[in-house]
């Protein structure tokens, strides 16, 4: 199956905080593999911008490292490797001082695609815009690429939508949710909305719950003083797993493009119920026989941060009403999982005698580790021994599907990196949606430290606390299992 590759217009694109992790990880194998691709034009310049002593030279070796160790797929070619790096550059630029923006000035030209990714703490979001203004180094089009977390509650995020909106128009602001940037989140969208199958059924007439899960196996271990600020809600809840329910509960747009889209994720989380106190559960784990406790991870005692959280939503509007929602994430669980699953309901009159127990119909949609979808149905077991039946999964792994052209699925970023310099905002949150989002969560934080509630503790290696599974339990339900 061959990929089509679309090339984008010639650009310059800036990556401040250009010798971080996510650079070295993300950015910069992406573009390479872009480049590789052919969906770099002629002239595409990467310019790496950061405090750090490097030139061009040293530069250009910090991302051969990058490129060999983290670009997926195969790509390693050596001539292709030093044709990607002849388009990069560095600057040496302090966010917050003077030095250096001149002369970026003096380079970044005016008639091609400007792009300024901010891949550096939030702290230096507002200065870096302020900077790209002052300077004179944004041109009317530019664009800037914002990274998570956009806030720590409503109000900062109120306060960096107004600090960067003094400088750039909506449509030049790209927030970043890389979740969005996964080929599975975006196929969900074509599920839905290029079949006549699944429409009629997705509602609460058909659809018995959801269930969204992201489940990691690494603890908090060197990021712990940062996340024990935010803990699972800030850091995965209010961004990434309301992204994922947006998608699955939105109303098909007019059209496929960024307003009509965004207008309708923005209408889920307007239509998100408070959530009741017994409808979540908060937890934290314990050392194991691999691992420190989350309070050794973060440095910290008395914590009560949670690194997991599951919970029942409602979406009220008459699509969903009475059609729960169970999202639940968390550190150190049992297998690395991200899945959506669609439950739907019992057919209304059964006529196989005594085997409808725990039969339904479900689709999965697997976001990692392996991306693809499938569709559990009921079928009359093989062979002659009566009217037995089973379920089977239809199946549509991408990496069975497409053999060995799954190397060439884009990794989220590097799809999201391109989608800057199209000008496609489809797949980046709007500053009304994240504060939506925000506005949201912060009562139910606010309501944890009014009652100081404690975490329950789960152990390492484990699918979480017991009450979570009592979430679902007490109304008959169960979540799916959390295994690789
Ligand atoms: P990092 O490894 O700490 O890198 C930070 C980068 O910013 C470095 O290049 C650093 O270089 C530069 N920097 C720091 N202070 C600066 C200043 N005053 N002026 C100019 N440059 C400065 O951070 P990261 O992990 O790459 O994360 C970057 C952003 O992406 C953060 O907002 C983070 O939350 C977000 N993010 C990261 C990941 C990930 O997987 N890493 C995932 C999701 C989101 P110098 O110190 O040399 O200046």
Redesign the pocket.
Known sequence: MATHVIPVDPFDLVI????????K??ILPGLFRRFVAGQMPEGARVIG????EFDDAGYRDFARDAIEKYAHGKIHDKGKINDFLNCLSYFR????GDGGWKDLAKIMRKDVVQAFYF????R?FAPLAERLHKYKIAGPDARIVV???FGHDLESARALNAELAAYFKETQIYRID?YLGKETVQNLMVVRFANILFEPLWNAQYVDHIQITVAETVGVGGRGAYYDKSGAMRDMVQNHLMQLLCLIAMEPPAHFDPDSVRDEKLKVIRALDPVEVEDIVRGQYRAGPDGPSYIEDAENPDSTTESYLAMKLHVSNWRWSGTPFYLRTGKRLRARKSEIAVVFKDPPHFIFGDQQEQRCNELIIHLQPNEGMDLRVTIKEPGPGGMRLMDVPLDMSFAETLGDEVDDIPDAYERLVMDVIRGDQTLFMRGDEVEAAWAWVDPIIKGWQDRGDQPKLYDAGSSGPEDALMLMHREGRRWREISE
Do not use: M, Q, Y
């Open positions: 401040f905080g250009g010798t971080g992790d996510l650079a990880r993300k911008a950061a405090r750090g630029i302090d966010a917050l891949s550096v703490g939030p230096l990274e998570k977390p890389h």
